[in-house]
C-alpha cells in the first residue's frame, strides 16, 4: 500500500508553512498529544519555540513533560478547544493529528468544517529531520529499542543528537531530546504507511514480518512499503539474517548475527546468559574485537549490531563505540523489573507481535535457567500475562499468539484492547485460549473478564518465585503497578533490559 500522489502533493504544499514561518507566527495544535510519538515532535516543537498546544483525555508522566516543556494542553477533546486557541492565537494555526485518531474525532471535524491546515505527524517528523543528517530506524519489531541503543551510543560518543522516538531513553528520561550536533535519530512508522514520506540519510531496517493488518492486506503489501522506504533513503542498513529484508530490499550496509562472509558487521554469539551476551565481532570479515552488550537476549544483539552499525557509518570510530557499550540502556517497558510483589518478581513489557512475545518469555525463560541474572530474586515459573491489541490482530494471529504464549507455565488472557478499532464479531480473548488448549489441553489458561479478576487470579493461581510478565499495547501497563500498590515497602528499584 502506498499514499496517494494527491497526499504526498498536499504534504509538500503544507510543508512550506513551516518551512517560511518563524515559530512566532505559528501555533501548532496536536490532537492525542500524549501518545508517544505525538509527544516527541510537540516537545521537540516546543523547544524551538513555536506555540504549542495538545488535547488528550489521560494523564500520565508524559502529559507533564509536556506542560514542563511549556506545551498548552486540554483535557478534553471538543470544539471550545479550537476556539480558544484561535481566540488567544491570532496568527496561522496547524492541526496535528496520527492516523490513531478517528476521523470521527471531534476537534478533527471541527477543524476540517472552518478551513485549518491539517497535517499528518509523519509530515511534522518529516520536516524536522529535513536540516538535520538522519538516521531513520524501521521494521516489524525492534525500532523502539534499537532506536534507544543508537541514541544512546551516540549521545555518549558526545555527537549531541536530536531524538524523536516512541519510548522513554533513559539516558535522556524521555522519549526525545534536541541536540546540537547534526545527527537526527528518530523511527519510521510503518503502521500506517507514512514513512515512504521521508527521504533519510541512513535508514535501518531492523526486520519484516506481517503486522498491523487493519492496514496492510498482506505481507507483500507491507514488503512494498518498505522497498519504497528503502529506495527514498541515500543509504541502507539492513538485517541480514531476516529473509524478508535479504529477498526484498537492496541494502548498501547489511549486518548479521550468523553469518560473516561478504557482511559489513557481524557479531557471532560466544556466551549468553541472564545478565549479558557477549559476541565476536567482525568488520567487511575481518575479526576486530570481543563485546560484551550488557543486555540479554540474542534478539538484543541483533539489535545492538544494527545500533552499532549505524553509528559506523555516521563515523564514530570502534573502539569509542566499544568503550561505552556497557553503558547501553534499554527504553523503558522492554522487560522492565517493576517491582516484587508478595515474593514474586513483577516484568512488563510492551510485546503485542507474536515474534515479540515468543521473545520475551524466552528472555524470561534465560532468566529462571541462567546461574547469572539480572533479576533480584530466584524464579522457578513465569505467569504470562497477556493483552490482545486490536481486534484485526487477533484475528489474523490468533493461532500464532498461542503458539507464543504456551511456553509460559501458567497463562491469563485479557480481553481485547480495541485501540478504536470496530469490534470483529466472534472475535474475542477466548479465540486464543481456545488455540492452546487445542495444542495442550491440560494447560492453565484463564480469560478474566477485568482487571479486578486478574489480580485475584494471581492471588490464587500464584506462588513464592514466581515470575509474572505482564505484556501488551494496550492499558495493560497500568497492570504492575495496581498489584505492587496491595503492598507497602517492596518496590524494586526499575532496572530496564530489553525484549
Same mark, same amino acid.
Given at each position: 500500500?502506498?499514499?496517494?500522489?494527491?497526499?504526498?502533493?498536499?504534504?509538500?504544499?503544507?510543508?512550506?508553512?513551516?518551512?517560511?514561518?518563524?515559530?512566532?507566527?505559528?501555533?501548532?495544535?496536536?490532537?492525542?498529544?500524549?501518545?508517544?510519538?505525538?509527544?516527541?515532535?510537540?516537545?521537540?516543537?516546543?523547544?524551538?519555540?513555536?506555540?504549542?498546544?495538545?488535547?488528550?483525555?489521560?494523564?500520565?508522566?508524559?502529559?507533564?513533560? !509536556?506542560?514542563?516543556?511549556?506545551?498548552?494542553?486540554?483535557?478534553?477533546?471538543?470544539?471550545?478547544?479550537?476556539?480558544?486557541?484561535?481566540?488567544?492565537?491570532?496568527? @496561522?494555526? !496547524?492541526?496535528?493529528?496520527?492516523?490513531? =485518531?478517528?476521523?470521527?474525532?471531534?476537534?478533527?471535524?471541527?477543524?476540517?468544517?472552518?478551513?485549518?491546515?491539517?497535517?499528518?505527524?509523519?509530515?511534522?517528523?518529516?520536516?524536522?529531520?529535513?536540516?538535520?543528517?538522519?538516521?531513520?530506524?524501521?521494521?516489524?519489531?525492534?525500532?523502539?529499542?534499537?532506536?534507544?541503543?543508537?541514541?544512546?551510543?551516540?549521545?555518549?560518543?558526545?555527537?549531541?543528537?536530536?531524538?524523536?522516538?516512541?519510548?522513554?531513553?533513559?539516558?535522556?528520561?524521555?522519549?526525545?531530546?534536541?541536540?546540537?550536533?547534526?545527527?537526527?535519530?528518530?523511527?519510521?512508522?510503518?503502521?500506517?504507511?507514512?514513512?515512504?514520506?521521508?527521504?533519510?540519510?541512513?535508514?535501518?531496517?531492523?526486520?519484516?514480518?506481517?503486522?498491523?493488518?487493519?492496514?496492510?492486506?498482506?505481507?507483500?503489501?507491507?514488503?512494498?512499503?518498505?522497498?519504497?522506504?528503502?529506495?527514498?533513503?541515500?543509504?541502507?542498513?539492513?538485517?541480514?539474517?531476516?529473509?524478508?529484508?535479504?529477498?526484498?530490499?537492496?541494502?548498501?550496509?547489511?549486518?548479521?548475527?550468523?553469518?560473516?562472509?561478504?557482511?559489513?558487521?557481524?557479531?557471532?554469539?560466544?556466551?549468553?546468559?541472564?545478565?549479558?551476551?557477549?559476541?565476536?565481532?567482525?568488520?567487511? @570479515?575481518?575479526?576486530?574485537?570481543?563485546?560484551?552488550?550488557?543486555?540479554?537476549?540474542?534478539? *538484543?544483539?541483533? *539489535?545492538?549490531?544494527?545500533?552499532?552499525?549505524?553509528?559506523?557509518?555516521?563515523?564514530?570510530?570502534?573502539?569509542?563505540?566499544?568503550?561505552?557499550?556497557?553503558?547501553?540502556?534499554?527504553?523503558?517497558?522492554?522487560?522492565?523489573?517493576?517491582?516484587?510483589?508478595?515474593?514474586?518478581?513483577?516484568?512488563?513489557?510492551?510485546?503485542?507481535?507474536?515474534?515479540?512475545?515468543?521473545?520475551?518469555?524466552?528472555?524470561?525463560?534465560?532468566?529462571?535457567?541462567?546461574?547469572?541474572? =539480572?533479576?533480584?530474586?530466584?524464579?522457578?515459573?513465569?505467569?504470562?500475562?497477556?493483552?490482545?491489541?486490536?481486534?484485526?490482530?487477533?484475528?489474523?494471529?490468533?493461532?500464532?499468539?498461542?503458539?507464543?504464549?504456551?511456553?509460559?507455565?501458567?497463562?491469563? =488472557?485479557?480481553?481485547?484492547?480495541?485501540?478504536?478499532?470496530?469490534?470483529?464479531?466472534?472475535?474475542?480473548?477466548?479465540? =486464543?485460549?481456545?488455540?492452546?488448549?487445542?495444542?495442550?489441553?491440560?494447560?492453565?489458561?484463564?480469560?478474566?473478564?477485568?482487571?479486578?479478576?486478574?489480580?485475584?487470579?494471581?492471588?490464587?493461581?500464584?506462588?513464592?518465585?514466581?515470575?509474572?510478565?505482564?505484556?501488551?499495547?494496550?492499558?495493560?501497563?497500568?497492570?504492575?503497578?495496581?498489584?505492587?500498590?496491595?503492598?507497602?515497602?517492596?518496590?524494586?528499584?526499575?532496572?530496564?533490559?530489553?525484549?
Amino acid at each position: 500500500m502506498s499514499l496517494s500522489r494527491q497526499s504526498k502533493v498536499s504534504f509538500n504544499q503544507r510543508s512550506k508553512l513551516l518551512n517560511k514561518t518563524a515559530p512566532k507566527k505559528v501555533h501548532i495544535h496536536f490532537i492525542g498529544v500524549g501518545g508517544i510519538g505525538m509527544s516527541a515532535l510537540a516537545m521537540i516543537l516546543a523547544d524551538k519555540g513555536y506555540s504549542v498546544s495538545g488535547s488528550d483525555t489521560q494523564v500520565n508522566n508524559t502529559i507533564n513533560q !509536556l506542560i514542563s516543556s511549556g506545551v498548552k494542553i486540554f483535557n478534553k477533546q471538543n470544539e471550545s478547544n479550537i476556539n480558544e486557541i484561535i481566540n488567544n492565537q491570532p496568527i @496561522e494555526i !496547524l492541526i496535528v493529528k496520527s492516523s490513531a =485518531i478517528s476521523k470521527n474525532n471531534i476537534e478533527l471535524i471541527y477543524a476540517k468544517q472552518i478551513g485549518l491546515k491539517i497535517l499528518h505527524r509523519s509530515e511534522i517528523l518529516a520536516y524536522l529531520i529535513r536540516n538535520k543528517k538522519s538516521i531513520l530506524i524501521a521494521g516489524t519489531h525492534g525500532k523502539t529499542t534499537t532506536s534507544t541503543y543508537l541514541a544512546t551510543l551516540l549521545a555518549l560518543c558526545k555527537t549531541y543528537p536530536s531524538v524523536a522516538i516512541g519510548g522513554i531513553v533513559p539516558l535522556f528520561k524521555s522519549n526525545y531530546t534536541v541536540g546540537k550536533g547534526k545527527y537526527f535519530v528518530a523511527e519510521a512508522d510503518e503502521s500506517d504507511g507514512s514513512l515512504i514520506r521521508f527521504k533519510p540519510n541512513i535508514s535501518l531496517i531492523t526486520n519484516i514480518e506481517l503486522d498491523h493488518t487493519d492496514y496492510y492486506k498482506n505481507l507483500d503489501a507491507l514488503i512494498a512499503t518498505m522497498r519504497q522506504f528503502a529506495d527514498n533513503s541515500d543509504n541502507v542498513i539492513a538485517n541480514y539474517d531476516c529473509i524478508n529484508i535479504r529477498e526484498n530490499i537492496k541494502a548498501s550496509i547489511w549486518w548479521s548475527i550468523k553469518e560473516i562472509k561478504n557482511l559489513d558487521f557481524a557479531a557471532i554469539p560466544i556466551k549468553s546468559n541472564g545478565y549479558e551476551t557477549t559476541a565476536a565481532y567482525y568488520e567487511q @570479515e575481518t575479526f576486530i574485537s570481543e563485546i560484551t552488550i550488557p543486555i540479554p537476549g540474542i534478539h *538484543n544483539l541483533s *539489535n545492538a549490531i544494527g545500533a552499532i552499525a549505524g553509528c559506523r557509518i555516521a563515523g564514530i570510530p570502534f573502539k569509542k563505540i566499544k568503550n561505552i557499550l556497557c553503558k547501553m540502556t534499554a527504553p523503558e517497558r522492554r522487560f522492565e523489573i517493576k517491582g516484587i510483589w508478595d515474593n514474586k518478581i513483577i516484568i512488563d513489557d510492551y510485546a503485542h507481535h507474536p515474534s515479540e512475545i515468543r521473545a520475551t518469555i524466552s528472555m524470561a525463560r534465560l532468566m529462571i535457567e541462567s546461574k547469572k541474572t =539480572i533479576l533480584p530474586i530466584s524464579v522457578n515459573r513465569i505467569i504470562a500475562i497477556f493483552q490482545p491489541h486490536r481486534y484485526s490482530r487477533t484475528k489474523q494471529f490468533h493461532n500464532e499468539f498461542a503458539l507464543s504464549l504456551i511456553a509460559a507455565d501458567i497463562i491469563i =488472557i485479557a480481553p481485547i484492547y480495541s485501540a478504536g478499532e470496530k469490534e470483529i464479531k466472534g472475535i474475542t480473548h477466548h479465540l =486464543i485460549a481456545d488455540s492452546i488448549k487445542a495444542i495442550q489441553p491440560n494447560k492453565q489458561v484463564y480469560c478474566p473478564i477485568s482487571f479486578q479478576e486478574i489480580i485475584t487470579l494471581l492471588k490464587t493461581k500464584s506462588s513464592n518465585n514466581d515470575l509474572i510478565l505482564n505484556m501488551g499495547a494496550g492499558n495493560i501497563n497500568t497492570m504492575p503497578s495496581k498489584l505492587l500498590a496491595m503492598v507497602d515497602n517492596n518496590i524494586f528499584p526499575n532496572k530496564k533490559i530489553a525484549a
